[in-house]
């Protein structure tokens, strides 16, 4: 078990053990589920998604296609497209439950973490898993025909702008860990 601090979030991993769940799923779920908003976002994740979200990803031992669920909002006023999805990995979460999800310093990509579970694969059943959660705002970038329906309700659920002038040492940063301290 590896382990993180992420914020204020404390999380215990297993990297091993879900690179070997995710060894067994044959298909990814946008590509599998087809539809317009699913495919886009399949066919352009290595470039929508940032790549410090990438490298959270490849830390935890998810595969850049494991989505568990990938789901389209919409498309927003600003030409962006809202989209959620979220990921499974064999973990625990050592630290309590956030309400609002801690956003990201590139942009408008943010995550949270949780101990509940929708939709597990069979191939993470029976392991102790965290899910990570994600909101983004990317823009479409496939040539599959974009869903152009611009909705006002999304309006209301866009991500805060980050502060343009932040400096780096506000910035949250992820620590990695090799192993779980004995006082911990
Ligand atoms: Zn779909």
Redesign the pocket.
Known sequence: MQWMEFGDYQIQFDRGATGAAYKKVSVST?EK???G??LNWAMTRSLIIPVEFQELLHQFGIPLNGETE?F?NGKLASGLHSYGAWYHFVGKLLSSEREKPLTLEFGKFSVFFRSELDLLREEFKGQSVVQMDIHAEVPWLSNVPEENTVSEYLESLLLPDVPEMKSLSDAVEPKWFPELPDSK
Do not use: I, K, N, Y
């Open positions: 946008p589920c087809g539809c908003p699913c990938v389209h």
